[in-house]
């Protein structure tokens, strides 16, 4: 007998006798085509298992389902047991609640309002405030929130346009003439200064001219480097007069008056329940 013949038809039995939503394959940790739920997949890998839910790695993408959204033969195979993980998630569920009780009850626990001064909000939402320290502040007024995140809009735009410019510098710094100077301390531009002619007369003219175009590129590149580091400081000028305009010592909306509490997100940034806009109370 035909040792690949006898492979061949097993392969095809093992096509005819697999359950729905299965491909045979020879390499048993890729399934060929795979359907969970109504939605097929093809060349698909099995993954880390979290109570009951599998991670699967397929042709496009990944993704977590329910294992038991799964065909039989592969709950069998990941061991599922449908009790066990429902004690499990009726476990993880209570662990949850009583979380989210105590965090109720810390959020409840306030101490005297007092006055906040705001500097920005930060990207996950959170305040910085001063003295210079982070928190969380709840159910902020529309008009505080509006401008704080216009005002966050505006600081990044000034850090990218002050990020730009000192790249501007550094790179103008490189080229002769351009008059631009970069320190290790910080930056600053002396005036521009032409670029010397470096060449000397020659009886062959084609060196002259050959140098007076160098010479000339020269100073193109230097004029250049020059404009680019004077057209970074506009932007950057601009961006701030924005920012300051929006953002003076005086705006209304910087100074909230607000109650700590008791809660610390992530055991780190205190919860604070908004009070007021209206200091003179206090």
Sequence with gaps: MNPKKTISAWTVVMALCAPAGFAADTNTNVIP???????SFT??????????????????GGQRVAISNLPPYLQQRLHYDPEAVA?????AAQRKAALKEQADKEKNTLSPAQPVHIIRMLPDHSL??????????????????????????????????QAALDSAINSAATVPGSGVVAKRNGTFIRPATPVPQTYTYSRDQNARGSSAVANANAREAAAGAAQNVADRQAQLANAQSHLDRLHPATNPLRLVIARPSAYLMGGTVRWWEFQSMDVSGL
Excluded: C, F, W
């Design 43 to 60: 060349n698909v890998e099995l993954g880390t298992v979290s109570g009951g839910r599998v991670g699967i790695l397929y042709d496009g």
């Design 128 to 161: 910085l405030v001063e003295p210079d320290r982070k928190i969380y502040m709840h159910n902020l007024p529309p008009a505080v929130s509006s401008y704080l995140v216009t005002l966050a809009q505006l600081q990044a735009e000034v850090d990218s346009a």
């Design 33 to 39: 085509l795979l359907t969970i739920a109504g939605q």
């Design 87 to 91: 004690a499990q998630e009726a476990a």
